[in-house]
């Protein structure tokens, strides 16, 4: 899959309440086919078995 | 007096060889010179910390003196002083312009009520995010190397400290924001344990990655200052009960255990800070510790993903600011715009990834004590465009700076920046020391003993001498 283009972002990012400008789409697109690599493989990858899918235990590991 | 670290003043006014009312004088003296150098500060509160003075001279005479009694410090600008405006370096601050901040934010009260004096609000990056160059306030040159940034995010912090004009200073870390120029400025710099420090009144960026941290001259200034900071406050809701800190007194490492991890951390990392962090271990082992194995698989991975994370939280808590992103620095808009369009189920996968993380770093502390990593892969960056040299290969900022701190922010371990000498190019270069959470005593044990056997952290940019 690829990053939408411009005009789905600008569109998304409008219908969130952002007003920005064509050259910041065009920046924040190259953002994100910049990250994209990295986050593709963090979808690829499997879940660990042990319970870690609650990001709960990420707060939970600063309190013990 | 400029030579002088907290613990070091606080010495002298023991002895009555110095008073704070001398001091503070002093460091106003060398903060309007420092300014005018390195463009630093944004607001020097003489008044303020001059009553404060006179009250600590006051408590040294009559034999009542506060823990840090008299002791000046610089506030990052993200930071409130009640009575003074809080500008985050941008125009675009609030809806109510430069007005005062009504309260200080918890880790100035907690400070001024140990009797620390607050002198200056320190320039910034544009909400602890943007680029080297801040619309409002500008660039902070490197007291090393007036051709180089100071780095960020705490940029005139970590001037000021290391131009010698105050002994500390209060910084924020989102992504290495108190280590990255805490290395380039040839300081030590603490990111303590997510939540041991409360973020009341700190200008918010980003809550799962973001700490409050002490900008210092040495690692016993730093063990000084967290001892005061740290602790629930009863409003930050990150910010629980810890456990006790003790840090220990003696100068030797027996039984402690270190792991020298490479991969991401070393990959793209200059020769003068890979000797750095290999000075550091050899005296670390010197004083008694052991090396043993130790790696994070899944280091590579923690500053992309560390990024989505601040970056998502950041596009949050600016759109209620989204009519004026024509005003900030564009830097700031490139960054955190990217945070608008992540899905929800990537920026909740990234989460989940930190656990994965945090548990990749249990293995590790299963078998040692401390992590040693390089802080950052150079020395400080080029001014105007901010780039760093790896090896005589120019990169840019971004790609490189936090390598090796995200992984600290987006698990939310501790980590001690502190400096291991100069690179041929005349500039620090810095090591961390990575504990588990709510372990900073072992970091800044180590860091302590190391430079005790060293003198790096005594050494100022020759500007300031």
Not at chain 1, 28 to 51: F, H, K, Q, S, Y
Not at chain 2, 449 to 462: I, N, S
Request: charged share 20%; net charge negative; aromatic share 6%.
């Amino acid at each position: 899959m690829s990053v939408p283009d411009p005009a789905e972002l600008a569109a998304l990012a409008a219908r969130l309440g952002y007003r920005i400008d064509d050259e910041v789409v065009l920046a924040l697109r190259a953002a994100v086919v910049g990250t994209e690599d990295a986050v593709a493989r963090l979808r690829a990858r499997p879940l660990p078995a042990d319970g870690a899918a609650d990001p709960a235990h990420g707060d939970a590991w600063l309190r013990r | 007096m400029s030579d002088l670290d907290a613990v070091g003043l606080l010495d002298a006014y023991a002895a009555g060889t110095l008073d704070p009312v001398d001091a503070v004088d002093d460091a106003l003296a060398r903060l309007a010179a420092a300014h005018e150098a390195l463009n630093c500060t944004i607001r020097v509160l003489d008044d303020r910390a001059r009553a404060a003075a006179e009250e600590s001279v006051r408590r040294w005479a009559s034999g009542t003196p506060r823990p840090l009694e008299g002791v000046p410090f610089g506030v990052k600008d993200v930071i409130d002083v009640a009575g003074v405006p809080t500008t985050a370096g941008s125009w675009c601050h609030g809806l109510d312009g430069d007005a005062p901040a009504a309260t200080s934010a918890t880790v100035v009260r907690r400070l001024e009520e140990a009797g620390a004096i607050a002198v200056s609000k320190d320039a910034t990056t544009e909400f602890a995010v943007g680029g080297p160059h801040p619309p409002r306030f500008g660039a902070v040159r490197n007291p090393w190397d007036h051709e180089r940034w100071a780095g960020g995010s705490s940029t005139g912090s970590a001037a000021a400290v290391a131009a010698r004009a105050v002994p500390c200073a209060l910084g924020t870390d989102v992504g290495g924001s108190v280590r990255l120029p805490s290395a380039w400025c040839g300081l030590t710099g603490l990111k303590p344990t997510a939540g041991a420090i409360p973020r009341t009144g700190v200008f918010p960026l980003s809550w799962t990655t973001e700490t409050v941290g002490p900008i210092a001259r040495s690692a016993r200034d730093a063990e000084r200052l967290f001892a005061v900071l740290r602790g629930p406050d009863g409003a930050d809701p990150r910010s629980g009960p810890l456990p006790s800190f003790d840090v220990p007194e003696g100068g030797h490492l027996t039984g402690l255990r270190i792991a020298v991890p490479g991969g991401a951390f070393t990959e793209l990392c200059d020769a003068a800070v890979r000797a750095g962090v290999a000075h550091l271990v050899d005296v670390l082992v010197a004083a008694g510790a052991e090396v043993v194995p130790g790696e994070v698989p899944s280091a590579a991975e923690a500053l992309p993903i560390g990024y989505q994370v601040v970056f998502t939280e950041a596009a949050t808590l600016h759109r209620v600011d989204a009519d004026r992103w024509d005003r900030y620095d564009p830097v700031v808009v490139r960054r955190i715009s990217q945070g608008i369009v992540t899905p929800a189920v990537d920026y909740l996968r990234a989460l989940q990834f930190r656990v994965e993380l945090q548990r990749e770093l249990d293995a590790v502390f299963a078998g040692a004590e401390l992590l040693v990593v390089p802080t950052c892969p150079s020395t400080a960056p080029r001014l105007p465009d901010g780039t760093v040299v790896v090896d005589g290969e120019e990169f840019p900022l971004y790609a490189a700076q936090s390598r090796s701190t995200m992984l600290g922010n987006l698990t939310g371990a501790p980590g001690l920046a502190v400096p291991t000498g100069l690179a041929p190019d005349g500039c620090p270069v810095s090591a961390q020391l990575v504990a588990a959470p709510h372990r900073e005593a072992t970091a800044l044990w180590a860091g302590r003993v190391f430079q005790e056997r060293t003198g790096h952290h005594l050494v100022a940019p020759p500007s300031a001498t």
